[in-house]
């Protein structure tokens, strides 16, 4: 399988870095031809030009492979953290320039209605880890987790993806190298048991 891993973290030596590394090594060991995207450390440009949002095709080749990965990719590995519940805007400007319409969705109906939107991705299973100082608790009773709708629903969901897991580590802040070290390892099962040795796109 090809599996397309983008990091969206602003620092070097991070846990976000190691969540991707060891995503990416347990893919590679698995089999899996892995294409990794470093958005901050490749100096990405987030920004959207006029000319995408009105629905034209990017005029930049490096945004065109960015969506041609996208979009080519058997299975999909997201790693960013919680920022004022959502992703950092480096990782905001991949989605919105890479995700693109008739690439990754499109929407059909009659003219004058209201379209339906339909996924296109090839991409059936996706994994995303997210990481905050929060604790669980105050993520899921006072801010509601929006990151969790966001990428299974809003975006993902839209665009056809079939099997969508997602993983928040809370408490980085404080966390201790064994508490980090226990992450990165379920980080690794949960990558060796959705892109196992041998698995194949399912038609």
Request: aromatic content about 10%.
């Amino acid at each position: 399988m090809r599996v397309l891993v983008v990091l969206g973290h602003p620092t070097g030596p991070s846990l976000n870095r190691d969540i991707a590394e060891r995503a990416v090594q347990s893919l590679r060991t698995n089999g899996h031809e892995v294409i990794f995207h470093d958005l901050y450390a490749e100096g990405f440009d987030p920004i959207m030009t006029a000319e995408e949002a009105a629905g034209e095709p990017a005029t930049d080749p490096a945004i065109r492979r960015y969506a041609d990965e996208l979009t080519e990719a058997d299975g999909i590995v997201i790693v960013h953290p919680n920022w004022w519940g959502m992703p950092p805007a480096m990782m905001k400007g991949w989605i919105d320039r890479a995700f693109r319409p008739g690439c990754a969705y499109a929407f059909e109906g009659t003219a004058g209605e209201i379209g339906r939107p339909v996924g296109l991705l090839k991409a059936a299973t996706v994994l995303i880890f997210n990481t905050e100082n929060s604790t669980e608790e105050m993520e899921r009773e006072y801010f509601g987790d929006p990151l969790d709708a966001l990428w299974k629903k809003n975006i993902f969901g839209l665009c056809g993806a079939r099997e969508i897991y997602r993983r928040m580590f809370h408490g980085v802040l404080m966390s201790t190298p064994e508490i980090r070290e226990a992450w990165l390892a379920e980080v690794e099962e949960t990558v060796d048991r959705f892109f196992p040795v041998g698995a194949r796109q399912a038609a």
